[in-house]
């Protein structure tokens, strides 16, 4: 006599849906590296440059540029790395939506951000006024919370939330202090390492412990 068919709840589809829609899907390589490896290498770099301010590092001209060229090639490098074992490993094109809903934010809030950097660019060459360029640091972490805060929405994880919030309030001191340069660099460095680095290392954590899953 054939088994009897098992009958699902209203609740236990309502559930499988969900399960769908949410997931526990882990973040991409590309986004958590992106945080951490960004978070780090700038953080140093504004960690330098209030030593500069602050009169206790004198390099040459030179060494200065080849010390925030290499930040740079370094960051580029590791991000290069992750993005091809993301490709590798197909993420782009798997995982929950809302996976996949955060990658496209953080994605469109990288594209919003090198225009930012192109508009206070050329304005500050234009205007021949370099504190027109700092802005664009207040304006990139205020696009940065902005995707925290829909990180939060969809995830509902309390450091998601305190990364948005800590982003909104790290753009405003930026646009008030672009006249002092100090604090600038003080509030930057700071910043970097807690809200780009850290949240780069949960990611980078979850990443990790979700590919060893499969």
Avoid at 20 to 49: D, K, N, W
Avoid at 50 to 55: L, P, R, S
Avoid at 137 to 151: D, G, N, S, T
């Amino acid at each position: 006599m054939p088994a009897k068919p098992k009958l699902h709840s209203p609740e236990d589809d309502l559930a499988f849906m969900r399960s769908i829609v949410e997931g526990g899907g882990r973040p991409p390589m590309t986004l958590a590296v992106s945080y951490l490896a960004g978070g780090l290498l700038y953080g140093l770099q504004c960690l330098f440059h209030v030593g500069q301010a602050a009169g206790l590092i004198r390099w040459p001209d030179l060494a200065n540029l080849v010390f925030v060229a290499l930040i740079s090639v370094s960051f580029l490098s590791i991000l290069t790395w992750a993005i091809l074992k993301d490709r590798k490993d197909g993420l782009s094109q798997r995982g929950p939506m809302a996976a996949r809903t955060l990658s496209a934010a953080f994605s469109a809030t990288g594209m919003a951000n090198v225009s930012v950097i192109l508009i206070f660019a050329i304005g500050a060459v234009r205007d021949n006024d370099f504190a027109i360029w700092l802005y664009y640091a207040a304006i990139v972490f205020a696009l940065q919370a902005a995707a925290w805060y829909m990180a939060w929405t969809l995830k509902r994880r309390g450091w998601m939330l305190a990364t948005a919030l800590g982003g909104w309030v790290t753009a405003v001191a930026l646009g008030v202090l672009v006249r002092e340069p100090l604090w600038y660099l003080g509030v930057c460095t700071v910043a970097l390492f807690l809200l780009f680095a850290l949240p780069g290392w949960i990611m980078f954590r979850d990443a990790r412990a979700g590919s060893r899953a499969v």
